[in-house]
């Protein structure tokens, strides 16, 4: 999942901002993304399971959400003019037509501040399927 939000990204990049292939965190759990403004890093899937329908043969019905995080730092001051553009388009994620076979797809966002002047703004890409 991870490689075809990548490469979605790639494909549709905004001027101004780069799409590091390097993960969000280091080794050592420092977030590379406070490091490096302007560059948009994908985090490793997570995936949650819901039992949907529990049947008789032991063969379960779940709800499958696979869970992306995307990270992007920039300096709360003075926002890039194409700020809003890079938003749209990391949320245009959600339909990428390389990822299909899920029956919902989510995307959230949310912004925080760190180091006093960077706004941190971060990505949350569900996307769901049942099994």
Same mark, same amino acid.
């Given at each position: 999942m991870r490689s075809l939000i990548?490469? =979605?990204?790639?494909?549709?990049? @905004?001027?101004?901002?780069? @799409?590091?292939?390097?993960? *969000?965190f280091d080794q050592n759990g420092s977030a590379l993304?406070?490091?490096?403004l302007k560059s948009? =890093?994908?985090?490793? *899937?997570?995936?949650?399971? !819901?039992?949907?329908? !529990?049947t008789l043969d032991d063969s379960p019905i779940v709800s499958e959400t696979t869970? @992306?995080?995307?990270y992007v730092v920039t300096d709360a001051k003075t926002l890039p003019s194409n700020?809003?553009?890079?938003?749209?388009? @990391?949320?245009g994620a959600r339909n990428a037509t390389t990822i299909q076979g899920y029956t919902e797809k989510r995307c959230s966002v949310s912004t925080s501040y760190a180091n006093g002047d960077q706004l941190v703004t971060q990505f949350e890409l569900r996307?769901?399927?049942?099994?």
């Open positions: 990548l490469a =979605y990204l790639n494909a549709n990049k @905004v001027s101004g901002f780069g @799409v590091s292939q390097q993960l *969000p993304y406070l490091q490096n948009v =890093y994908v985090d490793n *899937p997570l995936t949650e399971q !819901d039992p949907l329908f !529990d869970i @992306v995080s995307v700020y809003d553009t890079l938003v749209t388009t @990391v949320k996307y769901t399927k049942i099994n």
